[in-house]
């Protein structure tokens, strides 16, 4: 049996394993890279195997670093079942087609205003995404299920988002398990998630394997900044991931608000992706902490920009608001032209609320760069640039730990989804911690599961 690591390795996006059994080839996980310039490069490298050879794939959630590649598997030729958990796809169903419809129009606008290079093309159609969403097959968390005569999966929450999960596979007498995204044990809407239930094989996150969460409370930071802005009639921008991250944010908003420790303002939710997703969230109480009045006022606290000309139309509400926008690292989407718009302004707010992959824009912003290029133009950076990292959806190291320790050791852990420094300090504090032999493998290495 061989794994093959053909994205994740040495960088948080792009996971995809390839795993094969005699004959069989299954392979876990499906994304897109995300980031700076190489990851354009990376996500238009040939497969190293033709997807109709594929016999499944399986996604442990719907983030576009774990699925949003899969239009581009189905336009060339892949046709068998793609197994996820029931949230899982439901949110694909809005995410996929999403991420084909902001392609095509920032190729569009880059056509418009001739700053368009070799490589900014779409990777897939709404209609690929259209063809992919008709071939998942979703499967209940915690029940087993079949792949093929030898091989069985089980999905385990993890909590992070909707859906996420923890997937082990049985491959003939040897168990193998990938963490998936894990979530915060501690976290404003999420159930945690559950512990390592043991395998023979172990592929785990290190997104925050180097780094410890702050223990001061987000969302008084967050109330802070928002008096503090609002005071001088300025704008927060938040870019924010639609699935997880957005509805935080408005949980924590409505909450405030209710209790009077920030002014009722104008909240948009610029981001189609994320407005459908939120909406999820009543259809599936099991996932998270929310009850319904919760729920309900999660999702009635935002103004909802579904059409471009509504997103266009907040340049021209005057007074404090607060915009979510996608995407989280500001590498695409609305939120690009909420930047070019107001990262001029002196009274106004970046708030950086998630993590931010090296080179890309939101990295940039959040390390004090004062001149960007921002849709092709460049921005001077008047307004104030604040992160709160509290908010981000990934264990940290302390959690990671604890949700490893309870069980017995694998024959091998190898540490994945995470920066250089991180990966390989998490898999050092493993060795060191727990006594366990971990191995960081390199993009493209496969390696054999004896």
């Known amino acids: 049996m061989k794994i093959t690591f053909l994205g994740a390795a040495d960088t948080v996006t792009g996971s995809r394993f390839l795993l094969e059994h005699g004959k069989q080839r299954i392979l876990v996980e499906c994304g897109l890279f995300q980031g700076g310039p190489e990851a354009g490069g990376f996500n238009r490298e040939a497969l190293p195997f033709s997807p109709s050879t594929l016999d499944a794939v399986l996604i442990t959630h719907a983030h576009i670093d774990h699925s949003g590649f899969l239009p581009a598997l189905v336009a060339n030729g892949y046709q068998g079942p793609i197994y996820a ?77 909707l859906g996420a999960a923890s997937l082990y596979l049985q491959v003939g007498d040897r168990r193998i398990c990938f963490s998936g995204d894990l979530g915060r044990s501690v976290d404003p809407i999420m159930q945690p998630p559950e512990p390592f239930a043991g395998a023979d094989f172990l592929l785990v996150e290190s997104t925050y394997g180097m780094r410890q969460h702050p223990s001061t409370d987000p969302a008084l930071a967050l109330e802070q900044l928002i008096n503090e802005t609002a005071n001088k009639d300025g704008t927060v921008v938040i870019p924010a991931f639609a699935v ?63 059409k471009v000309q509504d997103s266009k139309q907040i340049f021209s509400h005057t007074g404090a608001k607060i915009i979510i926008a996608a995407s989280g690292m500001a590498t695409g989407g609305r939120v690009l032209h909420h930047l070019k718009h107001y990262l001029p302004d002196a009274r106004s707010t970046l708030l950086v609320v998630g993590y931010q992959a090296p080179n890309t824009l939101g990295a940039k912003l959040q390390a004090g760069t004062r001149e960007v290029q921002v849709l092709g133009q460049e921005v001077t950076v008047e307004a104030q640039v604040t992160s709160i990292e509290g908010l981000s959806a990934h264990a940290d190291q302390a959690e990671l730990t604890d949700w490893l320790q309870g069980a017995d050791p694998p024959r091998q852990t190898f540490v994945i989804h995470g920066e250089a420094e991180a990966r390989r300090g998490f898999a050092d504090h493993i060795t060191r911690t727990l006594n366990w032999t971990t191995v960081c493998p390199d993009k493209g290495q496969s390696i054999e599961l004896e």
């Open 244 to 306: 997880g991250r957005a509805q935080s944010l408005l949980h924590l908003l409505a909450k405030a608000t209710n209790a009077g420790r920030i002014p009722n303002l104008p909240v948009f939710l610029d981001s189609p992706m994320a407005i459908n997703a939120t909406k999820l969230f009543c259809r599936y109480p099991d996932d998270h902490r929310l009850n319904s009045d919760e729920c309900e006022q999660m999702c009635g606290r935002a103004r909802y920009t579904r």
């Open 85 to 161: 958990t029931s949230a899982t796809a439901e949110l694909c169903g809005i995410l996929l087609p999403d991420s084909a419809k902001l392609q095509n129009e920032h190729f569009a606008y880059l056509e418009r205003h001739a700053i368009s290079k070799p490589g900014h093309e779409p990777l897939y159609s709404e209609e690929d995404a259209k063809r992919t969403l008709e071939l998942f097959q979703p499967r209940p968390v915690r029940d087993s299920f079949s792949i093929s005569p030898d091989v069985s999966a089980q999905f385990l929450p993890a909590g992070h988002i």
